[in-house]
């Protein structure tokens, strides 16, 4: 169980949220839905352990607490993010440091021939070149290719919870096709905790069930059923915010 509890949340010297709350239960999909520059990145990178970004209060991953593990140990418990915007990392390959992360996951020394042809497996599946295994991570790739480069790293390591921090921005329609059947079948044969930041539908499509959690300035104010998405999508965040203004004024 993935479980934040009265977080305080700042990057900055700037406080985002002061009292965060979200509990996913093993293998559920969580979706945080807030407007541009709410935190919601903030609230990714500070899961997987960022320093630019502070927090006091818990994050407890499978009964640990997590919040002074440094970023490797994270992924290490199978904690893993796949970044709204993977940064490039010169002189380290995909091979290097997957193998090297590999073999800190298991304590074993990898079968380097296994390796390569699992590797080699997963980029036909994602339709990248095999190159890629080579090259320096995401050294000059581009947008589409960064993300398809985060899903090989994520097949290879099988983390246990996935973040995906608008993993469908910056694609093309195929892409974005491609990436969500991958994410999918990720799903259905590890059964990860997932929790999804868009603002889209075209990755929720994928996920029949899910719960859906509004976040404004305070933090997570609303949690429906994958209808809420919907209705996100469609009424626009100034609207519901409104209406939830109102209901909440109403009940008092
Ligand atoms: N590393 C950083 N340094 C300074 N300000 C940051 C940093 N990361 C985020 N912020 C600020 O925190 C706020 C929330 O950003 P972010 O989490 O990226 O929002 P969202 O993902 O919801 O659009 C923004 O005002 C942003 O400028
Ligand atoms: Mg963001």
Known sequence: ???????????????????????????????????????????????????????????????????????????????YLLNQSPIQVEGVTNAEMLRLALGEKTGKNVNIFEFSKELEKICQDLELDKSFIHREINVGCSGGERKKIELMHMWMLKPSMIILDEVDSGLDVDAIKLVGNSLKKYYELYKPTILIIT??????????????????????????????????????????????????????
């Open 1 to 79: 169980m993935f479980e934040i509890s009265n977080l305080t949340l700042s990057v900055n010297n700037k406080e985002l949220f002061n009292n965060l709350n979200l509990k996913i239960n093993s293998g559920e999909i969580h979706v945080l839905m807030g407007k541009n520059g709410v935190g919601k990145s903030s609230i990714a990178k500070a899961i997987m352990g960022d320093n630019n970004y502070k927090v006091d209060g818990s994050i407890k991953y499978n009964g640990k607490e997590i919040t002074k593990m440094s970023i490797s140990d994270r992924a290490k418990e199978g904690i």
């Open 199 to 252: 603002h889209t539908a075209s990755i929720l499509n994928m996920f029949e069930h899910y719960k859906v959690h509004l976040l404004n300035n305070k933090g997570i104010i609303l949690t429906k059923d994958e209808s809420f998405a919907k209705e996100i999508l469609d009424k626009g965040f100034k609207k519901i915010l409104e209406e939830y203004d109102t209901f909440v004024i109403s009940e008092n």
